[in-house]
């Protein structure tokens, strides 16, 4: 499809966007349906939002979030147009949105937007769009509903595939490719289950999706990750939760993990201590009590820190960020996994340190690069604390496992694709049946 190209060079030329930030918008541009599917801290959302409003001229533009990340969406809109009308689903009446330019609703509130067939969009872009992985769901029908009726749709994702290769039939659909159009029946038969169906699959979708890693950008420093073993006092505990034979497997190893997560408290509060006079560190837990615990010692020590969890509100959760990235006597991020390991830029931090490890390779990247993304000048070293014979050395073992799988993927889809669009493949097993087989390993 045609597109502005001396509009689109006037955005390099005064800083609005980064020159493979153009060939991504540019990518997008000339096509009715796309995936934006960059690495992680690359600026997808801004080169979502140049092309959204580039393809749509005049009309209305729908963003589709999960609700935490609404704001990031409206900010990142502002900076480019600061002129723009924003309107949010579920904040403001119908009226007040056919007012708007832009609207930004999360997944939950899509149903009703699907009922006001008269608020017509130019361009839906979805956001972290692998969240809509399960074919058969609320969320999902209705943004094929909204989809069937919206002329441009656009995909963002840094992981456009966490478990398996029919995932990628739903954001084909969203955005009318022609293996959209198959029936999941189809779509299995021909391009999962094998490495020769994949390289089938990467064929089928190069230039509908466009992909770069980090190394487009020249002044980003390194990245290190360092495995630290520890010996804490007080395995006791963890040993006496192993023996229960009363514990079922699950239960035992939420509580395995979160005794391991409070033994690594006293590591961590050194690593603060023993930070340069401009350091910055992020702290990921995967529980409230570790949260809590490391609040508390950090304030004893009268060290200024922020978090960010599950329950807070998009204002505390925004404060917390502007907070750290702003402030500098806020020295340390505590946030969990879930919750602050995605959508949130944190480029303040040098240092990134795991209470306890995710379960996949795919959510520890982008949880460690909160840091290590567009933006970053530093060097960004993570550390991932070890406790020598516990389930943290069967996790490990897993991810290693899981890694060697990812690269055979991601090598088999390379085949098909040109370099500036090669499609990193994720291949996550079940996370039940993985946390089981920490266990053994443990």
């Known amino acids: 499809m045609p597109y502005d190209r001396v509009a689109l060079a006037s955005l390099v030329a005064c800083g609005v966007l980064r020159d493979y930030q153009a060939e991504g ?3 997008m541009l000339r096509q009715s349906g796309a995936c934006m599917g960059d690495d992680m ?7 979502t939002v140049v092309a959204s409003r580039m393809a ?7 963003i589709v979030c999960p609700a935490s990340l609404r704001l990031n969406w409206e900010r990142e809109i502002k900076m480019v147009y600061p002129d723009a009308r924003v309107g949010m689903i579920g904040e403001d009446r119908i009226s ?34 692998h969240y809509l992985k399960e074919y058969k769901s609320g969320r999902t029908r209705n943004v094929f509903l909204l989809a069937a009726r919206i002329e441009r749709c656009f995909v963002v994702t840094g992981t456009p595939l966490l478990n398996r290769e029919i995932e ?11 293996l959209g159009s198959l029936t ?6 021909s391009y999962a289950g094998s490495p020769e169906k994949r390289a089938a699959l990467a064929a089928a979708i190069q230039g509908w999706m466009i992909r770069r890693s980090k190394d487009v950008l020249k002044d980003l420093g390194d990245k290190a990750r360092q495995f630290v073993p520890l010996s804490p006092e007080g395995l006791d505990v963890y040993k006496e939760i192993y023996g229960d034979m009363t514990l079922q497997a699950m239960p035992k190893i939420v509580r395995l993990r979160k005794c391991l997560e409070g033994l690594k408290v006293p590591y961590l509060v050194e690593t603060v201590q023993a930070m340069g006079e401009d350091g910055k560190l992020i702290i990921f837990c995967e529980y409230m009590s570790t949260v ?3 609040k ?13 969890v599950g329950s807070d509100s998009l204002k505390r959760r925004q404060a917390a960020v502007d907070a750290f990235q702003r402030d500098a006597s806020i020295k340390v991020f505590i946030g969990t996994t879930m919750a602050a390991g995605v959508g949130i830029t944190l480029t303040a931090a040098n240092i990134v340190a795991f209470a306890s490890m995710p379960w996949t390779p795919a959510l520890m990247r982008q949880a460690e690069d909160r840091a290590y993304r567009l933006g970053q000048i530093r060097d960004v070293l993570v550390l991932v604390p070890i406790i020598q014979g516990t389930i943290d050395e069967g996790v490990l073992q897993l991810q290693e496992n899981k890694h060697t799988t990812e690269i055979e993927v991601v090598e088999a889809a390379k085949k098909a694709l040109p370099v500036q669009q090669r499609a990193a493949v994720e291949t996550v097993p079940d996370e039940a049946r993985e946390e089981v087989r920490a266990l053994e390993y443990a």
Do not use: P
């Open 25 to 27: 918008v540019a990518h």
């Open 184 to 189: 999941l029946a189809e779509f299995r038969k």
């Open 296 to 308: 508390q010692a950090l304030a004893s020590l009268g060290v200024g820190c922020v978090s960010l």
């Open 168 to 178: 990628m039939h739903t954001l084909l659909r969203i955005t009318g490719h022609r």
């Open 56 to 62: 749509a001229g005049s009309g209305r533009v729908l």
């Open 41 to 47: 801290g690359l600026g997808k959302s801004r080169q």
């Open 96 to 129: 007040t949105l056919a007012g708007c330019d832009w609207v930004i609703g999360n997944y939950e509130r899509m149903g009703g937007l699907v009922r006001e067939s008269e608020l017509e969009f130019a361009v839906m872009a979805v956001d972290e769009a």
């Open 292 to 294: 809590e615990a490391l």
